[in-house]
């Protein structure tokens, strides 16, 4: 399996960034897919995740702010993030898994995309 991750960057705060995942070895359609958020010293944390059938989960951090979305004709996972903070700041990683038991740490792991946002 593997997750190509892109679209980070470094953005003012109020700014938006759209991650994208793009899938590969994989079929696609039989996985959920996430996003989780990773800052130096802690554990990865859920950002938003996305269920086979396409039903979001976000964590309550960015609920009204980010919106996760899926393109199983793609084999792609994007993250559209708006109203961009300085505690988004973070490595962003893609992730599939198998079931969407967003609270464990398991599944396929893309190489994460660094997401700085400056106050």
């Known amino acids: 399996v593997q997750l190509q991750a892109s679209g980070g960057g470094l953005v003012q705060a109020g700014g938006s960034l759209n991650l994208s995942c793009v899938a590969s070895?994989?079929?696609?359609?039989?996985?959920?897919m996430a996003w989780y958020r990773q800052v130096a010293g802690e554990q990865r944390r859920l950002v938003a995740g996305?269920?086979?059938?396409?039903?979001?989960n976000y964590g309550d951090s960015v609920k009204g702010r980010f919106t996760i979305s899926r393109d199983n004709a793609k084999y792609a996972v994007y993250l559209q993030m708006n109203s961009l903070k300085p505690e988004d700041t973070g490595v962003y990683f893609c992730?599939?898994?198998?079931?969407?038991?967003?609270?464990?740490?398991?599944?396929?792991w893309g190489q994460g995309t660094q997401v700085t946002v400056s106050s």
């Open positions: 996305v269920t086979r059938g396409g039903s979001p």
């Open positions: 992730n599939s898994r198998a079931a969407p038991d967003w609270a464990r740490e398991r599944g396929y």
């Open positions: 070895r994989i079929r696609f359609e039989a996985y959920a």
